[in-house]
Antibody, heavy 120, light 104 residues
């Protein structure tokens, strides 16, 4: 069974930093891209970032560009999303998401999410 | 940047009814690269449809997708109680705003 388990969400002050982790199991981790999608309270889904299967390619949404760094360790089946200069509008539930065999941007498995609250 | 517009925003329906949700893309992406997700409160979103019309594994056949750029449709042939949720379309890095299917 595919499992994605996020951790690291917390309450942080504006301007602060946080590292989210995603631990994966149940599939060949090194074969799939991993994405992060967030949902702010009362809002829809927003694409945040991705890293390719081999870790050589990353993408960051314009809303968070310059404030994110995404890495993966294929030997440990983990992904880390480092977020800095956090803003009030970054408050959201952050989902770790797996790409599918049918396409890089088809998300066939999602974690339960880890909450990030940015507040003074 | 792709913008996806979903309509309607909310649908109030009863079990057994047929549901049609729309998604319009601001630009055409080759290969009908479009997915639909179901999202219930407190749960992770679930992939229903990929490639505009292909059901993901384990998805009941009452769910079907159709269309080609820029207009796509998700149809639920007979609404069941567990289908009340928010539905999102997605094309690459863009998500639509969602359609909430609620019980009348």
């Amino acid at each position: 069974e595919v499992q994605l388990v996020e951790s690291g969400g917390d309450l942080v002050r504006p301007g602060g930093s946080l590292t989210l982790s995603c631990s994966a199991s149940g599939f060949i981790f090194s074969n799939f891209g991993i994405h992060w999608v967030r949902q702010a309270p009362g809002k829809g889904l927003e694409y945040v970032s991705h890293i390719s299967s081999n870790g050589r390619s990353t993408y960051y949404a314009d809303s968070m560009k310059g404030r994110l760094s995404l890495s993966r360790d294929n030997s440990r089946n983990t992904v880390e999303l480092h977020m800095s200069s956090l803003r009030l509008e970054d408050t959201a539930l952050y989902y770790c998401v797996k790409g599918s065999p049918w396409g890089f941007y088809y998300f066939d498995s999602w974690g339960q999410g880890t909450p990030v609250t940015v507040s003074s | 940047e792709i913008v996806l517009t979903q309509s309607p925003v909310t649908l109030s329906l009863s079990p057994g009814e047929r549901v049609t949700l729309s998604c319009r893309a601001s630009q055409t992406v080759s290969g009908n690269y479009l997915a639909w997700y179901q999202h219930k409160p407190g749960q992770a979103p679930r992939l229903l449809i990929y490639g505009a019309s292909m059901r993901a594994p384990g998805i009941p056949d009452r769910f079907s997708g159709s269309g080609s750029g820029p207009d796509f449709t998700l149809t639920i042939s007979r609404l069941e109680s567990e289908d009340f949720a928010v539905y999102y379309c997605q094309q690459q890095r863009a998500f639509g705003g969602g359609t909430k299917v609620e019980m009348k």
